[in-house]
């Protein structure tokens, strides 16, 4: 259960203060509290509310990586892939993907059996404890008949046919994050959102707390803590400047966004395209409920920015890439529903190379008090495994814990539908109310919107999200915007 309770939690001792809600903050969380370590987690918004939330939902398995040989990442992401299909079957599946070969660089079909080869080869154990429905078959090429059968809007000429992998997918990764918060809270973490970190406390030779901000009642805080790690993405940077930190690299902004079209999906797998003249790499279509998910795409962004919204310029740009690989479907403007868009590191500023290794910062190194750090990441895949290293660091000798299995909640909360939210539109009040307030009250709803936006996916089209919100305040006696009564 995840109870919102700022002042209890102020009169509590805690070995590790964790900034930061999204992915990596709550895997963070999760790590530190299976090993006993009493661990307080500080979001200044809503858990899940920025990159998690805008990301494609992959769970990639690297193969990527072994076009550049790089065999340490390959293995950290399809072993990390294999721990969410083993950890929680019903919130991560599997997602074929193809890949159109048309007899040029990579895009031929005999260095695309190779890396298909390569892949299988060395994920040998990639489904070890994963259940028989979750686990990746092997890749294949697939013929220029049946790919041109599957996918007629792909332009035929000097088509020779399509790789074809498995990687994994999360569908609602709302859900998925709340599900590691629900382990992490099991073990004895405290998790509070729209509790803003402001400036560390020192005490003796290192810091002993944080100064906080509570965003609902309006009053400022202090919790104490013997450690801090600074989970907060973008604003990773700006934090530790606060503090005192010199570091300019920590985190170069650049945003990535995903575009919901209103176009039918293409099959029940992902597409994935090279654009012909496209600044950026491959771009993936997938489907989304009865929509087409298109993305990723990046644009650089000034140091400091803490603001994910793609200009209209980049998002005509986008569409102009994918009509090029898809001329047929003719993407326009229109069709866009709903623009995700978080930022991510990339290598240096003004470019859109995202990093290749997380960042690890123990702030000592630069004179400033002992037990502050900060890491960064770029993939959802690795949080975990990133979120584990850095735990080891900050608390070497803990044992590792054992992992236990994925409960999946959302079914208990009176049967309502967390990916789609017809049914609740549709049920009447007696039948959808009972389980909605205990829904707000086990997973520390403080909005309306934190139910629509970041407890289901209800918030993936406007004009099913604003229904939603409306009837959430109708049941609860709320008005958007406002917290929701307890």
Not at 36 to 50: H, M
Request: charged share 25%; hydrophobic share 40%; net charge positive.
């Amino acid at each position: 259960m995840i109870r919102r309770e700022p002042e209890g939690a102020t009169r509590e001792a805690h070995d590790l203060i964790v900034i930061g809600g999204g992915m990596y903050g709550v895997c963070a969380a999760r790590e530190a509290a299976l090993r006993g370590i009493r661990t307080l987690l500080l979001e200044k918004s809503d858990f899940g509310g920025a990159t998690t939330w805008n990301s494609l939902r992959f769970l990639h398995g690297g193969l990527r990586y072994l076009q550049t040989a790089d065999i340490g990442r390959f293995r950290e992401s399809y072993q990390e892939r294999r721990w969410f299909l083993r950890t929680f079957p019903s919130l991560a599946r599997i997602l074929p993907c193809h890949f159109p070969l048309y007899g040029e660089g990579l895009r031929r079909v005999s260095v695309f059996r190779a890396a298909l080869w390569a892949n299988d080869l060395l994920s040998s154990n990639r489904n070890e404890g994963v259940r028989e429905d979750r686990r990746i078959p092997p890749g294949r090429i697939v013929s220029r008949t049946e790919t041109e059968q599957r996918f007629p809007s792909l332009p035929a000429k000097g088509l020779q046919g399509a790789g074809l992998w498995y990687d994994g997918f999360a569908p609602n990764p709302e859900r998925l994050l709340m599900e590691i918060l629900h382990q992490a809270c099991e073990a004895g973490a405290v998790a509070l959102n729209y509790v803003e970190a402001r400036s560390p406390i020192e005490g003796g030779k290192g810091v002993c707390g944080v100064r906080a901000f509570d965003r609902v009642a309006g009053k400022e805080l202090s919790f104490r803590g013997e450690k801090i790690l600074s989970c907060a993405g973008p604003w990773c940077a700006g934090l530790a400047a606060e503090w005192g930190s010199a570091r300019k690299e920590i985190f170069h902004p650049s945003v990535a966004f995903n575009l919901l079209l209103r176009k039918k999906p293409l099959w029940e797998g992902a597409l994935a395209l090279h654009p012909p003249n496209a600044a950026g790499g491959a771009a993936f279509v997938l489907p989304h409920r009865s929509w087409t998910l298109a993305g990723t795409s990046y644009a650089p962004r000034p140091r400091g920015t803490t603001e994910a919204k793609p200009t209209e310029e980049e998002i005509q740009r986008f569409l102009d890439d994918l009509n090029r690989a898809l001329p047929a479907l003719s993407f326009q403007r229109g069709d866009v529903l709903r623009i995700f868009a978080g930022l991510l590191p990339a290598t240096e500023e003004g470019t859109t190379r995202l990093a290749k290794h997380p960042l690890f910062v123990d702030h000592r190194s630069e004179g400033m008090p002992c037990g502050l750090f900060t890491i960064c990441g770029v993939k959802v895949t690795t949080a975990r495994a990133v979120a584990e290293k850095a735990v080891r660091r900050i608390f070497p000798g803990r044992p590792a814990p054992s992992i236990p299995g994925g409960v999946e909640r959302a079914a208990s909360f009176g049967g309502i539908d967390p990916d789609d939210p017809r049914p609740f539109l549709g049920a009447p009040p007696e039948e959808v109310t009972p389980g909605l307030t205990r829904w707000i009250d086990e997973e520390s709803v403080v909005y309306p919107e934190d139910l629509v936006y970041r407890r289901t996916d209800w918030g993936a089209a406007p004009e099913e999200a604003d229904a939603a919100v409306e009837k959430v305040c109708r049941l609860l006696g709320c008005a958007p915007g406002e917290p929701v009564p307890r």
